[in-house]
């Protein structure tokens, strides 16, 4: 079996992985991916020709696997940060989401061109817009509409590469989340500013926020303030969660109720915090890793193209057979990202930014201070 060396961002001190985290990343990718074959594409503006009833809405909810993600990314971006410079920091990000977001977003612009019927549909400039990642920026829509969610990705991204130029990060990591916590509920129970929204990812920010603070109790302890920032960060993504219910109700006319929203909500946190408290406990093997690793390309590649794919084969197979199809080749594509394309991909970003890093100013003195 190909061995994969494991990823810095989520290896601790000791070189163990948590491979927990690797399985709860899988398994949010996943409920995304089927939340979408089997719910939203066939009430969203009618992406899929097919619906599959009352089993697409027994995961009406599988949109939260997207705050997971955001959970897991707030633990493992902190941890990831705490031992690295901000160009160190900047260009493993790079390294990590580019390859696969270049080829997952040409292919499925492919397929667009090629089999595409309304409402989907592409264009070069679409493409080329697409390339910077920040496509609506060029007034553009996203060549898939999972996309959005990388944005949210690259600006907490931002916001710490700027901590750590600053010396902010590590050194002061619990206040730095505590003003953001602040601006969290400043914004969304008083204020309501979609620009202040935007800018301080005051709508998503209590799952990175809380998903910060475990991995700082997991590895420097507990404290007052910490658990305080917690349940307030939890606090927030109980309100969060009503917010998506409402928003959900406006987009598709229909919704959980707000206990099953809430109780779903609790309930991926739940799971969250015993992978990020018992993954340390177990050796990480070969498959949890690949599974890991397959789930960000899995997330990019799976929606339009997988939409089409269900529409072309289901007049001839069926809509479960085009359903399993287009999940079996989400699933291969992905594993084919990951294994084939994103490790020379990985190689020719370092490669080319790498030697930049003498020309810069670089804050190396928080890497010999232990954070507090």
Do not use: E, K
């Given at each position: 079996m190909r061995k994969f060396p494991p990823s810095v961002d989520q290896t601790n001190a000791q070189g163990r992985r948590n491979g927990l985290l690797d399985l709860l990343r899988f398994a949010a990718a996943f409920m995304v991916v089927i939340y979408h074959f089997l719910y939203r594409g066939a009430i969203d503006g009618g992406y899929l020709d097919q619906s599959y009833g009352v089993t697409g809405e027994a995961i009406s909810?599988?949109?939260?696997?997207?705050?997971?993600?955001?959970?897991?990314?707030?633990?493992?971006?902190?941890?990831?940060?705490?031992?690295?410079?901000?160009?160190?920091?900047?260009?493993?990000?790079?390294?990590?989401?580019?390859?696969?977001?270049?080829?997952?977003?040409?292919?499925?612009?492919?397929?667009?061109?090629?089999?595409?019927?309304?409402?989907?549909?592409?264009?070069?400039?679409?493409?080329?817009?697409?390339?910077?990642?920040?496509?609506?920026?060029?007034?553009?829509?996203?060549?898939?509409?999972?996309?959005?969610?990388?944005v949210i990705e690259l600006l907490f991204y931002a916001w710490v590469m700027i901590g750590l130029f600053s010396g902010v990060l590590p050194r002061h990591t619990d206040l730095a989340l505590a003003v953001w916590l602040s601006l969290v509920v400043a914004n969304n129970l008083f204020i309501g500013s979609r620009p202040f929204e935007l800018m301080f990812l005051t709508e998503y920010g209590a799952y990175f926020a809380f998903g910060a603070l475990v991995w700082r109790m997991t590895s420097h302890g507990p404290s007052t303030f910490r658990l305080f920032l917690a349940g307030l960060a939890l606090v927030m993504t109980l309100h969060t969660a009503e917010v998506q219910r409402y928003d959900v109700i406006l987009r598709l006319g229909e919704a959980s109720s707000a206990t099953a929203t809430a109780s779903a909500n609790l309930g991926i946190i739940v799971l969250f915090l015993l992978a990020a408290i018992l993954g340390g406990r177990f050796k990480a093997g070969p498959w949890m890793l690949a599974l890991g690793g397959i789930s960000y390309p899995l997330y990019l590649i799976h929606q339009n193209a997988g939409y089409i794919l269900i529409n072309l084969t289901a007049p001839g197979l069926g809509k479960w057979a085009a359903l399993t199809l287009a999940t079996g080749l989400s699933l291969a594509v992905s594993w084919w990202i990951y294994a084939c394309i994103e490790p020379g991909g990985r190689s020719i970003i370092r490669a080319l930014f790498t030697p930049a890093a003498r020309y810069l100013p670089r804050t190396t003195a928080h890497l010999a201070v232990p954070a507090e």
């Open positions: 909810l599988g949109y939260l696997g997207v705050n997971m993600f955001f959970m897991i990314s707030g633990y493992v971006i902190i941890w990831s940060a705490s031992n690295r410079d901000w160009y160190g920091f900047s260009l493993s990000r790079l390294a990590r989401l580019y390859p696969a977001h270049l080829v997952a977003m040409t292919i499925t612009a492919i397929m667009m061109a090629l089999w595409a019927t309304p409402p989907l549909s592409t264009s070069f400039a679409q493409w080329l817009a697409n390339l910077t990642m920040l496509a609506p920026l060029f007034g553009q829509n996203f060549m898939d509409g999972a996309y959005w969610s990388i």
